[in-house]
T-cell receptor
Framework: QQQVKQSPQSLIVQKGGISIINCAYE??????FPWYQQFPGKGPALLIA?????SEKKEGRFTISFNKSAKQFSLHIMDSQPGDSATYFC????????????FGTGTLLAVQP | NAGVTQTPKFQVLKTGQSMTLQCAQD?????MSWYRQDPGMGLRLIHY???????DQGEVPNGYNVSRSTTEDFPLRLLSAAPSQTSVYFC????????????FGPGTRLTVT
């Protein structure tokens, strides 16, 4: 049962373009929505995270947009660079008595020079 | 600081063999987790611990055991390896009450024949 659905599976963007990755979730009890970046042969690294009471969060070229009513959130990478080529995972987290961190299936991004 | 370290980096097992994947951290984080990463499946939580002496099951705990006797170490034991356990295993830590904020190790690639 996939509680966090991520699309697209892969994405090719030209240098300088905007990369957009989308995720949808089902459980309204999640309290954080992080994005992770993974380079080949490495462990994932936290990129940016948002709480459900915020509609947008920006850190440098990376922006999360959050639509609570639609239960969707997305990652936008502005001015995409070849160094951004990696696999990106969205996730949904719930802390407290029963900790949960559910990952999407990942998006392989290739930024062409 | 080494952060999160995992050993071994690679391992090949025969069906039915047992082994322990080691994980150590020097970040003084209370939470530690084990994930497996499979193509098209994202990362799935196997077991986690919120402190020494306390462990709990994640999404896919069957076939794995954990224990946490110290803050620094969180080994994962495969009791009787099966080909379905062929995967890349990641250990991660997170600060207290920030389960979404995971710091991953470099991973162990396990093949079961």
């Amino acid at each position: 049962q996939q509680q966090v659905k991520q699309s697209p599976q892969s994405l090719i963007v030209q240098k300088g373009g905007i990369s957009i990755i989308n995720c949808a979730y089902e459980n309204t009890a999640f309290d954080y929505f992080p994005w992770y970046q993974q380079f080949p042969g490495k462990g994932p690294a936290l990129l940016i995270a948002i709480r459900p009471d915020v509609s947008e969060k920006k850190e440098g070229r990376f922006t999360i947009s959050f639509n609570k009513s639609a239960k969707q959130f997305s990652l936008h990478i502005m001015d995409s660079q070849p160094g951004d080529s990696a696999t990106y995972f969205c996730a949904a987290s719930k802390g407290g008595a029963t900790n949960k961190l559910i990952f999407g299936t990942g998006t392989l991004l290739a930024v062409q020079p | 600081n080494a952060g999160v370290t995992q050993t071994p980096k690679f391992q090949v097992l025969k069906t039915g063999q047992s082994m322990t994947l080691q994980c150590a951290q020097d970040m003084n984080h209370e939470y530690m987790s084990w994930y497996r990463q499979d193509p098209g499946m994202g990362l799935r939580l196997i077991h986690y611990s919120v402190g020494a002496g306390i462990t709990d099951q994640g999404e896919v705990p069957n076939g794995y055991n954990v224990s946490r006797s110290t803050t620094e170490d969180f080994p994962l034991r495969l009791l009787s390896a099966a080909p379905s356990q062929t995967s890349v295993y990641f250990c991660a830590t997170s600060p207290r009450d920030s389960f979404y904020e995971q710091y991953f190790g470099p991973g162990t690639r396990l093949t079961v024949t």
